[in-house]
């Protein structure tokens, strides 16, 4: 059993910085891929970012490639997501989750954080 818990969101404008942290519970946290998914109002959720267990492999949407790095420390069992250059469009409820499947499918990932809000105003 994992748990998750993200922090890091906010309120911020346009053009601002946000980083988000994923803290995991358990001595397992290095044996996953670990994922960060947002969803906004009324869409479905979408991938965003994933990164391998050993950090060898980063994965990015288009919509935040150049923009967004995901890092992770396994002596810390915490993943990030620093995001540079927010725009509006980026303003939803980001998960942060852990699997061992396809990084881009939610379905795929067996434990997920509550979710942390991150509003970016123009």
């Known amino acids: 059993q994992v748990q998750l818990v993200e922090s890091g969101g906010g309120l911020v404008q346009a053009g601002d910085s946000l980083r988000l942290s994923c803290v995991a519970s358990g001595r397992t946290f290095g044996r996953y891929n670990m994922g960060w998914f947002r969803q906004a109002p009324g869409t479905e959720r979408e991938f965003v970012s994933a990164?391998?267990?050993?950090?060898?492999?980063?994965y990015y949407a288009d919509s935040v490639k150049g923009r967004f790095t995901i890092s992770r420390d396994n002596t810390k069992n915490t993943v990030y997501l620093q995001m540079n250059r927010l725009k509006p469009e980026d303003t939803a409820v980001y998960y942060c989750?852990?699997?061992?499947?396809?990084?881009?499918?939610?379905?795929?990932?067996?434990?997920w954080g509550q979710g942390t809000q991150v509003t970016v105003s123009s």
């Open positions: 989750a852990a699997g061992s499947g396809i990084y881009y499918r939610p379905d795929t990932y067996a434990y």
């Open positions: 990164i391998s267990m050993s950090a060898g492999f980063a």
